[in-house]
């Protein structure tokens, strides 16, 4: 089983920046998915970005391209969310997520939650304006 743990989040004025990672318990990503949404108050968690671990390929919301860039790091196991330009509607308590096969357009199956089998607790992140 893998156990995901987000950290990094805060509170931030708008155009600041936050670096979010998400630790794991587990051996490797290799074949998996992953992926980060948020859920904000009286809203549908929605998703962010998206990455296939192996080969690096990502996927962006259109509501963060350009200013968020997911990445991992293989040695550490560690998947990031670098989050840059934030804005008050980034607000929200940010999930990370893991699948172990999702086949498919990353654009297809990755942007859905249901798809994923491992989540971590979340973190919070608060801009401000």
């Known amino acids: 089983q893998v156990q995901l743990v987000e950290s990094g989040g805060g509170l931030v004025q708008a155009g600041g920046s936050l670096r979010l990672s998400c630790a794991t318990s587990?051996?490797?990503?290799?074949?998996?998915?992953l992926g980060w949404f948020r859920h904000a108050p009286g809203k549908d968690r929605e998703f962010v970005a998206a990455?296939?671990?192996?080969?690096?390929?990502?996927y962006y919301a259109d509501s963060v391209k350009g200013r968020f860039s997911i990445s991992g790091d293989n040695a550490k196991i560690t998947l990031y969310l670098q989050m840059n330009s934030l804005k008050p509607d980034d607000t929200a308590v940010y999930y990370c997520?893991?699948?172990?096969?999702?086949?498919?357009?990353?654009?297809?199956?990755?942007?859905?939650?249901?798809?994923?089998?491992?989540w971590g607790q979340g973190t919070q992140v608060t801009v401000s304006s």
């Open positions: 587990g051996r490797t990503f290799s074949s998996y998915t």
């Open positions: 997520a893991a699948a172990p096969r999702l086949p498919g357009a990353l654009q297809s199956v990755g942007v859905k939650p249901q798809r994923y089998d491992y």
């Open positions: 990455i296939r671990w192996n080969s690096g390929t990502t």
